[in-house]
């Protein structure tokens, strides 16, 4: 077992039934040139969560905890998007900028395009799991419970971009079923004003689950 250091109090782990769930840490989310780039969305904190993540995974890798990325994303032909009957269609940044802008049609968040790709600070490594997805939460319509239930997997480390949206849905959701969430605050990045930020992180500390740092697992898997 181990000790992590969490708020609101620390909470004791068998690494066995842990793993660390990589949420959309795409260059559409965290490089220039990327989806928020050119949406006018401030990136500049996704450089220290790509640096806090770095160091995070190898740990966890070293110490036999599974790592799992969440990659957003449609195929080319849009048929998981959805239509105008779905809200999807409606809310989701990439498909409404492809079609306010023909120039960006088929470049954003589609499947193996660059803007899709994890970035290669992060880029995947033999063992770990990638699941993709085609809503915000890493549940929606894949199979990652089943991923997880089937390695006996309760306790999860959240990372990636962006905090208040895919993080905070896909975390819920772990909540909802029965799953230990905890937030990796200094290895994501939020969409918006940090207000956004503060408030996923105050769900989670008060109602949702537990918030810790990189450096409090590392000291932990010490």
């Given at each position: 077992?181990?000790?992590?250091?969490?708020?609101?109090?620390?909470?004791?782990?068998?690494?066995?039934?842990?793993?660390?769930?990589?949420?959309?840490?795409?260059?559409?989310?965290?490089?220039?040139?990327?989806?928020?780039d050119l949406a006018g969305i401030d990136i500049s904190g996704a450089a220290p969560a790509i640096d806090a993540n770095q160091r995070l995974l190898a740990a966890c890798r070293k110490a036999g905890i599974?790592?799992?990325?969440?990659?957003?994303?449609?195929?080319?032909?849009l048929s998981d998007a959805g239509d105008p009957s779905l809200p999807v269609y409606h809310k989701?940044?990439?498909?409404?900028?492809?079609?306010?802008?023909?120039?960006?049609?088929?470049?954003?968040?589609?499947?193996?395009?660059?803007?899709?790709?994890?970035?290669?600070?992060?880029?995947?490594?033999?063992?770990?799991?990638v699941i993709r997805k085609a809503r915000y939460s890493g549940f929606a319509?894949?199979?990652?419970?089943?991923?997880?239930?089937?390695?006996?997997?309760?306790?999860?480390l959240f990372t990636g971009i962006a905090t208040n949206i895919c993080v905070e849905s896909t975390a819920r959701e772990a909540y909802f079923r029965d799953f230990w969430p905890i937030l990796v605050?200094?290895?994501?990045?939020?969409?918006?004003?940090?207000?956004?930020?503060?408030?996923?992180?105050?769900?989670f500390e008060h109602a949702l689950g537990w918030v810790t740092t990189s450096a409090d697992v590392l000291k932990a898997l010490g």
């Open positions: 077992m181990i000790t992590l250091s969490t708020r609101p109090e620390p909470i004791s782990i068998e690494p066995r039934s842990m793993a660390v769930i990589v949420v959309d840490m795409q260059n559409a989310f965290a490089s220039r040139g990327g989806m928020f599974e790592v799992i990325y969440l990659q957003m994303g449609f195929k080319s032909d989701e940044l990439a498909l409404v900028m492809m079609r306010n802008r023909p120039e960006l049609a088929g470049r954003l968040l589609i499947e193996d395009t660059w803007d899709w790709q994890i970035v290669p600070e992060l880029a995947p490594e033999p063992g770990d799991a319509r894949t199979g990652l419970e089943d991923h997880l239930n089937s390695r006996g997997i309760r306790h999860l605050e200094d290895a994501m990045n939020q969409s918006g004003p940090d207000f956004n930020r503060q408030a996923t992180l105050w769900n």
